[in-house]
């Protein structure tokens, strides 16, 4: 558990450049140690993009950004081929999904065709271009942002999309120590959010690795069934959650097992990670407003008897 450790020590450096609940940055990692993808949905200027790129920078690895535009092509996510005249041979070449971590800007500005080639790329970890695919660098992370009041310009995502995101969280706004934090450190500072060390390469090996062993009784696997059982018979529910949501909800408990430096699950861990995980996953039959989703699902746990 020495790796999960040195993720603890990077989430408190992280902390002291962005004031927000540690539990954010607990759902971010284990989003990240679950193999997952993350969509962050909140208002502008709570700083869903700066925090999207101190985690980027706090790790070892390659990152690039996608700015969602109206006018922004699958070729401009997934890369293009371009003849050679000197080889008289077409070249790849690859775009920015081609690296470790790659933040997506207010996503929902992007038009749905290149929304699409989104698809492969976060399933499936590849990309086909020209009938050729691409295996993407391991380990591939997404951070994608949006604007949850954008309307003009905005293409909201399809069921489909929603669903390659592992979770979905919101910042919230900072209580008024951590704006006073906010103001003796960034009045005049932009940018400058780096930390002092970062994960290496190995040590996030080992974690996906030893995240894998973190044991899970049946009693929390069976808590987690009553849950979803729960949902699917609730007779608000117009969509409910799918068996690969139950996956995840798993994968990920484990992983914030791991970063409280467990190696077990218990039903804390479900329900810290289950609203995350599945109010964007749900369609209600009266609302669909995510911030409704995430009071529903906090409503079903507190009636789901939590076992002992």
Known sequence: MKTATKFNDLINQIREIFFAPSKIFYLIFSCFLSRGHILIEDVPGVGKTTLAKIIANSMDLKFKRI?????????????????????????????????????????????????????????????????????????????????????AGSYPLVEAQLDRFLM?????????????????????????????????????????????????????????????????????????????????????????AYLNNRDYVIPDDVKDVLPSVLAHRIILKTSSDFRDNLHFVEEVLKKVSVPK
């Open 168 to 256: 979905k969280i919101s910042i919230g706004y900072p209580n008024r120590t951590e704006l006073k934090k906010i103001t003796e450190l960034y009045v005049w500072k932009n940018g400058e959010y780096n930390v002092d060390f970062k994960i290496k390469l190995d040590d996030i090996v080992v974690a996906f690795e030893e995240v894998k062993k973190v044991y899970i009784d049946d009693k929390v696997k069976d808590y987690c069934l009553d849950i979803f059982e729960y949902i699917h018979g609730d007779g608000r529910v117009y969509l409910p959650p799918s068996p690969r949501s139950l996956l995840h909800v798993m994968r990920t408990s484990s992983a914030y």
């Open 67 to 151: 700015q969602g535009t109206p006018d922004l092509l699958p070729t401009d996510i997934t890369g293009l081929t371009i003849y050679n005249p000197k080889t008289m041979e077409f070249d790849f070449k690859p775009g920015p999904v081609f690296t470790n971590i790659l933040l997506i800007d207010e996503i929902n500005r992007i038009p749905p065709k290149s929304q699409s080639a989104l698809l492969e790329v976060m399933e499936e970890k590849q990309a086909t271009v020209d009938g050729k695919t691409y295996v993407l660098p391991n380990p591939f992370f997404v951070i994608a942002t949006e604007n949850p009041i954008e309307m």
